[in-house]
Nanobody, 122 residues
Framework: QVHLVESGGGLVQAGGSLRLSCAAS????????MGWYRQAPGKQRELVAA???????NYADSVKGRFTISRDNAKNTVYLQMNSLKPEDAAVYFC????????????????WGQGTLVTVSS
């Protein structure tokens, strides 16, 4: 069984910064792409940023230039550095990863974390 656990959320003033972490644990052979999604109340979950195993990244237009996604493959961990936070960034942030397990190398499992709350005060 594989788990993703997010941390680093909290309350921050507009203009401030937070760094989210997401650590994968369990029976892991490797992790393909990893990403951060967010869901605000009454809205659909949306992709914030994603990173491939090789380190290629893509971002939602709304966060380009403010957020940076990175990963440490040795630690099976992905990070999201969020700068210049705005009230509209407030949401529950979820980590996602495509996990390959040792017992089945031919496919990957899509695993989600439980989410971490980011609140931005104006």
């Amino acid at each position: 069984q594989v788990h993703l656990v997010e941390s680093g959320g909290g309350l921050v003033q507009a203009g401030g910064s937070l760094r989210l972490s997401c650590a994968a644990s369990g029976s892991i052979f490797s992790i393909n792409a990893m990403g951060w999604y967010r869901q605000a109340p009454g809205k659909q979950r949306e992709l914030v940023a994603a990173i491939s195993k090789a380190g290629s990244t893509n971002y939602a237009d709304s966060v380009k230039g403010r957020f940076t996604i990175s990963r440490d493959n040795a630690k099976n961990t992905v990070y999201l550095q969020m700068n210049s936070l705005k009230p509209e960034d407030a949401a529950v942030y979820f980590c996602n990863g495509g996990v390959v397990v040792p017992t089945n190398l031919d496919r990957y499992l899509e695993v989600w974390g439980q989410g971490t709350l980011v609140t931005v005060s104006s």
